[in-house]
């Protein structure tokens, strides 16, 4: 019962089991607050770890961020209520000419297990609209992701539309995909890289911790 079993339950990727057991945490006086700091994201952050060490693999660590979201859905009336505050906000899109979307919301779900808000702005993003979504929503990342090499110049001409509306310097900027590397981070100015989803994650908590 209680934060232990929420904890299992979203490790295991049991979104039924999540439901369940936060609503019963819920019930019985459990905050919301501690359901997601001591259960939800510890959890995640050991599906991350469990990844990275080639112990789980995408198919488990998608089911395992569906669970997690199960929860969320059910927490995130309380955690308004009780003014609990995301770690950071990142906005995601892929970019402009690229319709992949499944490590883009991959990494969505990862960045929410860690206590991100994150909002998606989809597919085939032009660099006019990620510079426009960073004045509306004055996040802390812009994650870009590319999956063809024919898109990866996107990236850089997203770096450079931020730079000239003036927003360039508010942001971190996050980039990933199959064919994105680390040099490739570095050559267009981003800056982090990220080879998967965990990493996004794990890496994005620590620079703003570091910032």
Do not use: W
């Amino acid at each position: 019962m209680g934060i232990e079993a929420i904890y299992e339950a979203v490790l295991d990727g049991d979104a039924a089991t999540t439901r369940t057991e936060v609503k019963t945490a819920l019930e019985v006086g459990v905050l919301a607050a501690d359901i997601l700091n001591e259960g939800c994201i510890p959890a995640m952050t050991e599906v991350g770890r469990l990844f990275e060490e080639g112990e789980k693999y995408v198919p488990e660590m998608l089911i395992s961020a569906h669970a997690m979201k199960a929860g969320l859905a059910i927490l995130q009336p309380y955690l308004v209520d009780a003014g609990v505050e995301p770690v950071g906000k990142v906005i995601l899109g892929t970019v402009r000419g690229d319709l992949h979307d499944i490590g883009k919301n991959l990494v969505g779900m990862m960045l929410e297990g860690t206590g991100f808000e994150v909002i998606d702005l989809g597919v085939d993003v032009s660099p006019d609209g990620f510079a426009e979504a960073v004045k509306e929503h004055q996040p802390h990342f812009v994650g870009l992701s590319a999956l063809l090499t024919t898109t990866m110049p996107g990236m850089k001409a997203t770096i450079e539309a931020l730079e000239k509306d003036g927003v360039r310097e508010q942001v971190m900027v996050m980039v990933g995909g199959a064919p994105v590397t680390q040099q490739f981070a570095e050559e267009i100015g981003a800056d982090l890289y990220a080879p998967d989803a965990s990493a996004a994650a794990s890496r994005a908590k620590a620079l703003l911790a570091a910032a």
